[in-house]
């Protein structure tokens, strides 16, 4: 079954650190998509990023960089120079290729709050 | 920028009455979608519809309609309000892209409907 684990509910960081949001995913499928949204305060869901699952190389946008790893199943977050801004619940979600007639809908984990304190 | 609004950020309605939640994209998306959020739950996803007058039933329909009459207005309705559906709610839209697959997902701003 597909599946999406964010094992950290909340972490609660000092600005300037250096966070990692983990994500680990289930899936029988080859050909699948990962996401990251951002859920700040205000209630909006924003997107961050999306990857394929044959495209394993790591992104870096910014103080934000994803590590892809298929061996691992895992789809891990990180956020360099932590800033009070980026307190928000950062969501990971999986999509698979047309499973079931589902039309690829999005499978979320629970969330992981973030707190940067200043 | 995709754009996606949502008729209300806030509403407070009593038990029993039928309540309509609007939806907008502007992105000409040919998905739409309605989900649910509530603590330690997560998002679930209640409806979706993929072409004008379509819908499909999510993980928790029950309780819920809704209606795609035009492809950019997905609207979702609970016919007898519960406490139980005192939740967030929001929207999503995305295109639809060779092979079925379903491109980002681009959620609206959320309704937090309170059932007294």
């Known amino acids: 079954a597909q599946k999406v684990t964010q094992a950290q509910t909340e972490i609660s960081v000092v600005e300037k650190e250096d966070v990692t949001l983990d994500c680990v995913y289930e899936?029988?499928?080859?050909?699948?998509?990962l996401f990251w949204y951002k859920q700040p305060p205000s209630g909006e869901l924003v997107f961050l990023i999306r990857?394929?699952?044959?495209?394993?190389q790591n992104e870096i946008s910014g103080r934000y960089s994803w590590n892809f790893q298929k061996s691992t199943s895992s789809f891990n977050f990180t956020i360099t120079a932590s800033q009070v801004v980026d307190s928000a619940v950062y969501f990971c979600a999986l999509s698979e290729l047309n499973y079931g007639g589902s039309q690829g809908n999005l499978i979320f984990g629970k969330g992981t709050k973030l707190s940067v304190k200043p | 920028d995709v754009k996606v609004t949502q008729s209300s950020r806030y509403l407070v309605k009593r038990t029993g009455e039928k309540v309509f939640l609007e939806c907008v994209q502007d992105m000409d998306h040919e998905n739409m979608f309605w989900y649910r959020q509530d603590p330690g739950l997560g998002l679930r996803l209640i409806y979706f519809?993929?072409?004008?007058?379509?819908?499909e039933k999510g993980d928790i329909p029950e309780g819920y309609s809704v209606s795609r009459e035009k492809k950019e207005r997905f609207s979702l309705i609970l016919e007898s309000a519960s406490t139980n559906q005192t939740s967030m709610y929001l929207c999503?839209?995305?295109?639809?892209?060779?092979?079925?697959?379903?491109?980002?997902?681009?959620f609206g701003p959320g309704t937090r409907l309170t059932v007294l």
């Open positions: 899936t029988r499928d080859t050909t699948y998509y």
């Open positions: 990857r394929n699952s044959f495209d394993e």
């Open positions: 519809s993929y072409d004008v007058k379509m819908k």
């Open positions: 999503a839209s995305s295109l639809i892209l060779r092979d079925l697959v379903t491109d980002t997902q681009y």
